[in-house]
């Protein structure tokens, strides 16, 4: 096999791998080099805890993909190669800490007469905000799926809509701020702050304003989308349409230096020295932090440095995984529901309050907000047959006073405190219905994929000082990296974390560009 190819791409998450996806189909060979023995990154579907058993590592949802013009317009054939996403119904079911329940219906009539029962005027509200989010969406939407800088800012954007001057508000708020305006009872509050930190965004913080709107919009429309047979079928179908377009994808190739000839990137080497070269560019979806290291420090440049020295990684996940007989199963008035997207909202006080840990370095003993996660309940075959696969979520510091490694100390009894809150709700999860556990603290989740640098499960925070024409580093956004010829995508780049295909298809749009092609002959 030639060592050399018009572009070497460093890492296989499913956005280097829609940057392959494009080049690919645009005529380039394209090689793919993934540290780990199985591509995916952070979309990744595997046994972790009994054979037959599969589970999510990271992502389980892809609710914001869905809306990209990546699968929206097929740009890449992925429902060709096998992609299927199913939207379960209900869309949600969360628990208060009084015993009170919300659960959250594709029909969003049924939704309001869910909310009503606490308050007809949050009902109504509910309503308002989701039919005004639907007016500047397609905004929103529009940027995510831009390279930064390139046409009209967000900012512009907004000031040519009619409640543009209102947005441009709403956007510098903190989400917090717009939910306790908007809302009177203390249950929808929590409810909504529940979805509005769904990104690890902490909901306080001024300019998460337009969050209070979009997860719980999104999940209104699409509910809690997932891809039949897992996360990992995204990449699976992805690594298909790259290698059917001539591309090669190698694995357990963690690449370490990147080859620089008279200031070009011009490849790349991997921990055993193997070396491959690019005709055209190197893209990388390293780290940021990681990447910096694999260049001698004068080829970045001082500002570029500082940008990458300042990048901070926001809120880390816990993540605790089972294998059982039986899933979550909530009682309510007259019965039980099962749901794939559940949870437990404590009250706002609780919600906001948890930002101090993260201030402080310190694990949270007060009653965990869970997210509860359990795809079989929609897709059945993931499991052996009547089992079940269960994921509880929750937001953790990295760094803890006592050093990241201290996770390996306590985080089984993390596990063990949150399952107890789950148990109040859910009481039928006994230690006869678990089989087997899988415990991910936010400093195994960086073990297991270096992309997820101090915890950062996002590609790193997603502040005002990371954002837009910010990330990765200021000067930066438009993916081309200090060193002529290397290019980054992934979620260190804009639009951040989570499945959205955005940098990786932005990303292709500024290479192709930069070799004279034009990235509209290639869709469909
Ligand atoms: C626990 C968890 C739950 C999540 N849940 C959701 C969810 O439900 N929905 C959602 O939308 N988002 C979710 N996210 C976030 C989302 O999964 C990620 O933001 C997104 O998948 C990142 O994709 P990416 O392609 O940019 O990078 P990654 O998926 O991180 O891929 C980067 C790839 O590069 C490889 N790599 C790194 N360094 C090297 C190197 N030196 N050499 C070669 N290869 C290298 C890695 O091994 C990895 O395969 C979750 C994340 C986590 C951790």
Redesign the pocket.
Known sequence: MADTFDIVI?????????TAAYLAKAGYSCLV????PV??????TEELTLPGFLH??????????MQSPIWRNQELPLADYGLEYLLPEPVSHVRFPDGTYLTQWQDIDRTCDEIARFSRHDAEAYRTMLTEWQSVAPIFNKARYTPAGWGMSTHQALAAHPQGTIWMRRQALSAWDIISAAFEDWHVRAWMLWFAEG?LQPAARPGTGTLAYSFVAGRQRNGWAIPKGG?GSLPMALGRIVTDHGGVILTD????QLIIEQGRCVG?E?TRGEQYRARHAVV????IK??VG?APAEAWGEGFLYGVETYKAGRG?F?AHYATTEPPRFTIDGGMIEAVGAGVAQSPENQLHHDTFFRNGTISDERPTLLV?TPTVEDAARAPEGKHLI?V?TFHPYELRQGPEHWDTVKDAVAEFNLAELRRYAPNLTDETILASDI?SPLD?ER?????WHGS???GDQDPSQSELLRPAPGFAEHRMPIPGLYQ????THP?????GG??RNAAMVILKDLGKDFNTLLP
Do not use: Q, W
Not at 253 to 256: A, E, I, L, Q, R
């Open positions: 460093a890492g296989a998450g499913h956005n280097s791998l829609i080099l993934e540290a780990r591509i995916g990154g952070d979309t990744m999510d590592t990271c992502s389980t949802t892809h609710a914001i993909f990104t996360s190739k963690p690449v370490s790349v991997t990388s979806t390293i780290h990681n990447l694999m996940m993540v996660l994921k979520i991910r989740l297991y994929n270096a992309s997820n499960c996002h590609g995508t992934g979620a260190t951040g974390g989570s499945v959205t940098p990786g």
